[in-house]
Antibody, heavy 121, light 107 residues
């Protein structure tokens, strides 16, 4: 059974930093691309970042480029999102999701339960 | 970036109604289109992938169609548990982009 478990959310002041983790199990992690998707309170879904299985391909939404860094540790079956220079509009539930966009049958079939990041003074 | 225009943004319907939600892409995306259902406080659930393939375990009253730039999600006979928000997602090109959502409410 595929499981994705996010952690690391919390309350942080504007300009601060936070690192989110997503621990994966139930599938061959090192071969799967992973993404982060967020949802601001009462708003829609926004893709944030993606990383390929071997970390050779990394992409970001313009809204977080230069501030967020995605990475992964295949020995720990975990993907990370380092978030720096946080702003109020980064407040959201952050989800991790698995799959390569070129494999429709698998893409975003599985999501974690989400972790809430609140940026406020 | 590819814009996904979803319509309507909200609608009211009754149990038993046939409901159709549309997503238009600002450029062709082949069939790289998925549909999700989200209930308040819950994780998005994928209903349809590759524009028209039904996710395993999803009731057959849900169906998807379309290719290129215009796509539809149809619920053939609305059930009480279907009142939720629905999103389309294009994953033809990065950045992958979601529609703004359709909130389906009870009439």
């Amino acid at each position: 059974e595929v499981q994705l478990l996010e952690s690391g959310g919390g309350l942080v002041q504007p300009g601060g930093s936070l690192r989110l983790s997503c621990a994966a199990s139930g599938f061959p992690f090192s071969t799967e691309a992973m993404s982060w998707v967020r949802q601001a309170p009462g708003k829609g879904l926004e893709w944030v970042s993606a990383i390929s299985g071997n970390s050779g391909s990394i992409l970001y939404a313009d809204s977080v480029k230069g501030r967020f860094t995605i990475s992964r540790d295949n020995s720990k079956n975990t993907v990370y999102l380092q978030m720096n220079s946080l702003r109020a509009d980064d407040t959201a539930v952050y989800y991790c999701a698995k799959g390569s966009r070129l494999t429709p049958a698998e893409y975003f079939q599985h999501w974690g339960q989400g972790t809430l990041v609140t940026v406020s003074s | 970036d590819i814009q996904m225009t979803q319509s309507p943004s909200a609608m009211s319907a009754s149990v038993g109604d046939r409901v159709t939600i549309t997503c238009r892409a600002s450029q062709g995306i082949s069939n790289y289109l998925a549909w999700f259902q989200q209930k308040p406080g819950k994780v998005p659930k994928r209903l349809i992938y590759a524009a028209s393939s039904l996710q395993s375990g999803v009731p057959s009253r849900f169906s998807g169609s379309g290719s290129g730039t215009e796509f539809t999600l149809t619920i053939s006979s609305l059930q009480p548990e279907d009142f939720a928000t629905y999103y389309c997602l294009q994953h033809d090109t990065y950045p992958v982009t979601f529609g703004q959502g359709t909130r389906l409410e009870t009439k």
